[in-house]
Every structure is written in structure tokens, then in C-alpha cells.
């Protein structure tokens, strides 16, 4: 069971990125995902959270206007679309999954159960 991110790499300030998240080795249509961020020397913070099933999405004030999170149940991937993006949307991005049913969303790091390995995305100034 794992979460694999992709998508990442140097974008110059205004450009775009799409990561995805691919899940293999369990269906996770039923769960709620989000994505995380950690720049380097900071703690890791909350970006985009999508429900199981693609209805409601959260985004940190800090993306909200320039990123979207959508997912493909049926390739069990889930994405993160950033436009106009800026210096400091530069770090390491997460996705995770949450396994608690009863939970639509969640901005919190410990409610969710498995992680990817990251993907890094810098922008240039």
C-alpha cells in the first residue's frame, strides 16, 4: 500500500505544475485526500484536501484562487493543478490519505494514515 507524487520540478514565479498522487495496493475511492508542504526549516503545513468522493475541497488561504485538487477514482489518483505559482509555494509536496470514513476533510497532519515519499517543487524568482 503505498502513495506515489509526481509531477514535480523548477517552475519560474507565475508558471504552472500538476502533481498527481497515484495509490496502489488498496482502493482509496472511499477516503479522503489532502496534500501537505514543507519548505525547507519549516514545519509541515496543510495545502488541499479533497473528499472521497470529489464533492467538497478545502485549500489553505494561502493556494485558494491559484490551486485546485481533484481526484480520478478510477485510476485512484488524485491531483494538485497550482497556477501562478510563487517563490514561496517552494518545498517538498505530500499527499496523504486519510482512513477515518466518517471524516469529510481534514487540515490536520496526524488524522491521516499513509504518506507519499514528496515531490519537489521550486520556484525561481
Known amino acids: 500500500v503505498q502513495l506515489v507524487e509526481s509531477g514535480g520540478g523548477v517552475v519560474q514565479a507565475g508558471g504552472s505544475l500538476r502533481l498527481s498522487c497515484a495509490a496502489s495496493?488498496?482502493?482509496?475511492?472511499?477516503?479522503?485526500m489532502a496534500w501537505f508542504r514543507q519548505a525547507a526549516g519549516k514545519e509541515r503545513e496543510f495545502v488541499a484536501a479533497i473528499s472521497w468522493t470529489g464533492d467538497n475541497t478545502y485549500f489553505a488561504d494561502s493556494v485558494k484562487g491559484r490551486f485546485t485538487v481533484s481526484r480520478d477514482n478510477a485510476k485512484n489518483t488524485v491531483y494538485l493543478q497550482m497556477n501562478s505559482l510563487k517563490a514561496e509555494d517552494t518545498a517538498v509536496y505530500y499527499c496523504?490519505?486519510?482512513?477515518?470514513?466518517?471524516?469529510?476533510?481534514?487540515?490536520?497532519?496526524?488524522?491521516?494514515?499513509?504518506w507519499g515519499q514528496g515531490t519537489q517543487v521550486t520556484v525561481s524568482s
Open positions: 496523504a490519505a486519510d482512513f477515518h470514513l466518517g471524516r469529510v476533510v481534514s487540515t490536520t497532519p496526524s488524522d491521516y494514515d499513509l
Open positions: 495496493g488498496r482502493t482509496f475511492s472511499s477516503y479522503a
